[in-house]
């Protein structure tokens, strides 16, 4: 890339973390990084889970403090960017003013999907993904008796989770047979229903809700398409997310389930790249286009970019991994285990420790690990290379998983 500003659209992880590895890798030009919160650019995991639970507090959420960004010569503007300009190189701000670009790094993440039923927009139907949502949930949670969540994912248990530990009677609506359904193996699924229903967390599988009821604009409870109805004063909706595309679509730039890159996460436009929870990058690890919502893929996606800018241009090749806490319990994945036709299982589930290697064709494709840490460090060390295991060896517990890596 010749010398001109860089503009970074999202403050994220993928944001935050392109604009300090240009600086850690020498970049000298301008570097201004748009962020439509209020809040200094920080970190997303905790807000379902430490920050609810009070066990951190704001600032440890930033990725770092705001003196960080005027030592290294990093603009923070605050504001939202309405328009791309591709012609004469130029962002339009919701504020009316506009930042000239040499290029343009797309880093706008996601937002909730939303839930289209009656009484949907009453203000106890919450949602959780920004600081700004978690905040309002702290305030509201200590007044609240009873609440159901809609969406057995990883954000609707982490809240679970918390919810139960601060005494509210909760209730989990699934669509889906059973939880986490389309990011773990039944395993997993079987293992973190049980702890939660052990917690007092009611889990309703197969169903889906048909309305919130309330009562003066109070929320009384959620009915369900079997016909039941469940009381609540609370309602938590974690029923996925959809990509922030319409920016890049609205410049002529291609979109589908993302805003489409190539394998070194490049539009079409030379000037133009894309990171993170909005990029649907082709992945020459795994043979074709594919877009992650992951803090691992959000941070490699945003050295590999930010190497590029100063003339390191490589494909993207991150393996991904991806976590969660629920229940006393630290769930880690390594790898995709999308597809995967053998599961082996290391370790006792009834002992609250083991792991899931899944293969697929015979090879290792993905290792879930339940309270092991050490066999999530494996499987990214292992899988990183691109080896397999026999299952055999996966299963058996005395054998050395280092020997594999040697």
């Known amino acids: 890339m010749t010398g001109g500003p860089v503009v970074?659209?999202?403050?994220?992880?993928?944001?935050?973390?392109?604009?300090?590895?240009?600086?850690?890798?020498?970049?000298?030009e301008h570097i201004c990084l748009?962020?439509?919160?209020?809040?200094?650019?920080?970190?997303r995991p905790p807000l379902s889970k430490a920050y609810i639970n009070g066990s951190v507090g704001p600032d440890s959420l930033l990725f770092r403090p705001e003196k960080f960004y005027r030592e290294e010569s990093i603009e923070l503007v605050q504001t939202r960017v309405v328009a791309i300009d591709r012609q004469h190189l130029k962002l339009s701000l919701a504020s009316g003013a506009s930042l000239d670009y040499r290029h343009v790094v797309l880093a706008m993440g996601a937002r909730n999907r939303l839930l289209d039923l009656p009484n949907a927009n009453?203000?106890?139907?919450?949602?959780?993904?920004?600081?700004?949502?978690?905040?309002?949930?702290?305030?509201?949670?200590?007044?609240?008796?009873?609440?159901?969540?809609?969406?057995?994912?990883f954000i609707g248990l982490e809240f679970a989770t918390v919810a139960r530990v601060k005494g509210l009677e909760v209730d989990v609506i699934e669509l889906a047979p059973r939880v986490m359904a389309r990011a773990v193996t039944a395993e997993v699924s079987d293992y973190f229903q049980a702890r939660?229903?052990?917690?007092?967390?009611?889990?309703?599988?197969?169903?889906?809700?048909?309305?919130?009821?309330?009562?003066?604009?109070?929320?009384?409870?959620v009915s369900l398409s079997d016909g039941r109805h469940l009381a609540a004063d609370l309602v938590v909706v974690g029923?996925?997310?959809?990509?922030?595309?319409?920016?890049?679509?609205?410049?002529?730039l291609p979109v589908a389930s993302g805003v489409v890159v190539d394998e070194y996460l490049s539009t079409p436009d030379p000037n133009i790249s894309a990171i993170g929870d909005c990029a649907?990058?082709?992945?020459?690890?795994?043979?074709?286009s594919m877009r992650l919502e992951s803090v691992q893929n959000?941070?490699?996606?945003?050295?590999?970019?930010?190497?590029?800018?100063v003339g390191d241009r490589k494909p993207y090749d991150g393996l991904p991994w991806f976590w969660s806490d629920q229940c006393n319990s630290k769930l880690q994945i390594a790898g995709l285990i999308t597809g995967h036709d053998q599961v082996v299982l290391r370790g006792d589930p009834a002992r609250k420790a083991f792991s899931v290697f899944c293969y697929k064709f015979g090879k290792l494709v993905g290792i879930e690990s339940v309270n092991r840490a050490s066999d999530h460090i494996f499987g990214?060390?292992?899988?990183?290379?691109?080896?397999?295991?026999?299952?055999?060896?996966?299963?058996?517990?005395s054998f050395d998983l280092k020997s594999a890596l040697a």
């Not at 139907?125 to 994912?153: H, Q």
């Not at 009611?202 to 809700?209: P, S, T």
């Not at 029923?239 to 002529?252: D, F, M």
């Not at 649907?280 to 795994?286: D, E, H």
Request: glycine fraction near 12%; hydrophobic fraction near 40%.
């Open 280 to 288: 649907l990058f082709a992945s020459s690890r795994f043979g074709g």
């Open 34 to 43: 748009v962020n439509d919160e209020r809040h200094p650019p920080y970190q």
């Open 380 to 397: 990214r060390r292992l899988l990183g290379m691109d080896r397999s295991l026999a299952p055999e060896k996966a299963a058996d517990e």
């Open 122 to 153: 009453l203000p106890d139907v919450r949602y959780l993904r920004i600081l700004d949502e978690s905040e309002n949930l702290c305030r509201v949670l200590p007044s609240r008796k009873r609440v159901v969540v809609i969406g057995a994912g």
């Open 196 to 221: 939660h229903r052990e917690s007092g967390i009611r889990i309703h599988l197969g169903v889906h809700a048909t309305s919130i009821e309330a009562d003066g604009g109070k929320v009384t409870g």
């Open 298 to 309: 959000a941070m490699d996606q945003a050295r590999c970019v930010a190497a590029r800018l």
């Open 239 to 252: 029923v996925g997310v959809l990509p922030n595309i319409e920016l890049a679509a609205e410049a002529g």
């Open 8 to 28: 970074i659209v999202g403050a994220g992880h993928a944001g935050f973390h392109i604009a300090a590895s240009l600086r850690q890798f020498g970049f000298k």
